[in-house]
């Protein structure tokens, strides 16, 4: 059992879900609200991941975290390191291939919620801000909660993006989804088997946890 | 309270802007008053009742409430939500489904110590005759129950205006007769101005203390309900109120003084035809109820009064009362009136059958400020 493969995909998703609910909630509750002209371009973009092979992301991410692209390049200037090759690295892959699995549940979940809820809190006294904290994120949480889930159990199983962008450097890069390959690729099939079954308990428990969160709610809309 | 100090609490609205919403509404409502806006759907009521909440944004015009200027487009004064204090209750209610009614009621309670808002709001909820649910959520509420946790979250914040929007439209027959009678006495304790949006005339007239007709964002008319139904200000009007019986005739002078010839008949009018110079073409209007069916064979006092003779092209048995239509061969316009079924039967009317009628000359309404468009009569 690799334990460092296993800890460095519970710090990578973890630390995917936590940058993600921030960005996802501002993402997806914009999305939701505002109408712009470039609206549709947008959820396009977010919605890419979904449909972009995993490697076709990597090999893009690999080139714009090089030293010679702007991107790398400026981190390089601003940090002394590169990006590929690295657990930041494919930190921020993981978080551009897990937007679509963060944004679309919360967006939904905003979109759900009836205009005039958002109304009568104003009416009510309360800001838009106190709205936020009191009317709409208890309205949204199961939306919330899946986005979460889908995120954190996505990132554990993602493969090809964190190989073309980190490589496999055990305690940096290697996840366990990698190191399961490479133990097949070395013909160790029990150490696979074992970690494998890990990964599948890890997941489910994650699931697990989370949609029961999501389900204890004793309202219903109507 | 004094005039100027009923004219500071007032609620005052002038609204313009050409579009998306057309609007061109000009109204007030003073404290204890309840003024209804009715008119057909679409006609700008809900615009109108979210622009004073502070959720819509005309493009010219001026709120004021209780002696602050809320709207201001001249000046770029527009007050948001939270600061006018409006206690609105939404169509369907708009309750947060995640909260239970006491916890509904206490949104709107910010403004107290927290200690004192469960108190407050199981007060609230009591004052609506809610007393022992306030633990439920709203899904767990039937439809009267939900508009009475509205009400009370709309009134715990104190408003200054109170603002109804169909509020008696998702509930049944039974609930909703309740619910106008608990509006009513409640009305006795709460002094500020209430507006209510609604398309049930019936409502509006049991209800409301004045009723303004809306239509496309224009405010036709505001008066009590009664002069309304019997004193509308245009053809429109009373086609907004689901009048019939508008016509035009022709100022004349005749052998007995000034008359309203219509068709071959000279028509005696008890108010407002002195001032209009004879020629002059005008609108009127007569009430259902201002219209006496000559009886058979046995002539009444009544008949002397503006006689005219048509023919019986319509009659509705609704229960107890029977609609009757007449044409006239002078005009496309039926002249519609009511009467008890019993008396219809008595009377013999029936369809293709020549009657007489009088048109009480107290009853007709001259219209001479609407524009009269067709050149024999309709309008409608």
């Known amino acids: ?222 | 309270m004094a005039e100027r100090d009923l004219r500071q609490a007032r609620l005052s609205v002038q609204l313009q802007q050409a579009g998306p919403i057309p609007l061109a509404a000009d109204f007030h409502c003073e404290p204890g008053e309840l003024l209804a806006l009715v008119g057909p759907s679409g006609g700008g009521k809900t615009t109108l009742l979210r622009a004073i909440a502070g959720l819509y944004r005309p493009a010219g015009g001026v709120i004021r409430c209780a002696g602050e200027t809320w709207f201001d487009a001249a000046a770029g004064r527009s007050l948001r939500p939270q600061q006018r204090r409006v206690g609105l209750v939404f169509q369907d209610y708009a309750l947060f489904p995640h909260l239970d009614a006491r916890a509904n009621v206490m949104v709107a309670l910010d403004h107290l110590p927290a200690a004192e808002r469960g108190q407050a709001a199981e007060r609230w909820l009591a004052r609506v005759r809610l007393d022992g649910l306030a633990g439920r959520l709203p899904s767990e509420l039937s439809g009267g129950q939900r508009q009475r946790v509205a009400l009370a979250r709309a009134l715990a914040r104190r408003p200054r205006v109170l603002l109804l929007d169909e509020p008696f439209s998702a509930v049944d027959q039974v609930t909703r007769r309740r619910l106008q009678r608990e509006l009513a006495l409640l009305r006795e304790e709460i002094h500020i101005p209430i507006v209510l949006v609604t398309h049930d005339l019936d409502e509006a007239a049991a209800l409301a203390d004045r009723l303004c007709v809306l239509h496309a964002g224009r405010s036709l008319q505001q008066a009590p309900a009664e002069q309304l139904f019997r004193r509308p200000a245009s053809p429109e009007v009373a086609r907004l109120l689901d009048r019939h019986n508008v016509f035009t005739g022709r100022v004349v002078e005749g052998d007995e003084g000034r008359r309203l010839q219509w068709g071959p008949w000279q028509l005696e009018v008890a108010e407002g035809l002195a001032p209009l110079a004879p020629g002059k073409r005008v609108s009127w209007y007569l009430p259902p109820s201002d219209v006496v069916l000559h009886r058979r064979g046995r002539p009444s006092r009544g008949e002397r009064e503006n006689p005219v003779q048509g023919r019986v092209v319509e009659m509705a048995v609704l229960g107890g009362i029977t609609s009757v239509a007449l044409a006239f061969d002078h005009c496309d316009d039926t002249l519609r009136f009511e009467l008890p079924t019993h008396a219809a039967r008595r009377n013999g009317l029936a369809r293709g059958e020549a009657v007489g009628v009088s048109l009480l000359a107290a009853g007709i309404h001259l219209m001479p400020d609407a524009p009269v468009t067709h050149p024999e009569s309709p309008h409608r």
């Open chain 1, 1 to 222: 059992m690799d334990w460092t493969a296993l800890s460095v995909s519970l710090r990578l998703a973890g630390l995917t879900c936590l940058l993600l609910l921030p960005l996802g909630l501002w993402l997806g509750r914009t999305l939701a609200l505002s109408r712009f002209r470039g609206k549709p371009l947008c959820e396009a973009l977010v919605a890419l991941p979904l449909v972009m092979p995993p490697t076709v992301l990597g090999f893009y991410l690999m080139q714009a975290f090089g030293v010679e692209s702007p991107l790398g390049g400026l981190w390089q200037s601003l940090t002394g390191g590169g990006l590929n090759f690295t657990f930041t690295g494919i930190l921020l892959a993981s978080l551009l291939a897990n937007l679509p699995f963060a944004v679309q549940p919360i967006q939904r979940a905003f979109e759900s919620i009836p205009p005039n809820l958002r109304e009568a809190a104003w009416c009510s006294g309360l800001s838009p801000g106190r709205t936020l904290l009191r009317i709409e994120l208890p309205l949204v949480w199961p939306g919330l909660v899946s986005a979460l889930a889908l995120t954190f159990a996505h990132t554990l199983g993602e493969f090809g993006v964190i190989l073309m962008v980190g490589g496999a450097i055990d305690g940096e890069t290697r996840t366990l989804a990698i190191a399961i390959y490479d133990r097949v690729q070395a013909f160790d099939e029990s150490g696979a088997a074992i970690m494998s079954a890990m990964l599948l308990l890890v997941s489910f428990l994650t699931i697990g946890v989370v949609y029961g969160l999501a389900g204890r709610r004793r309202w219903r809309r109507g």
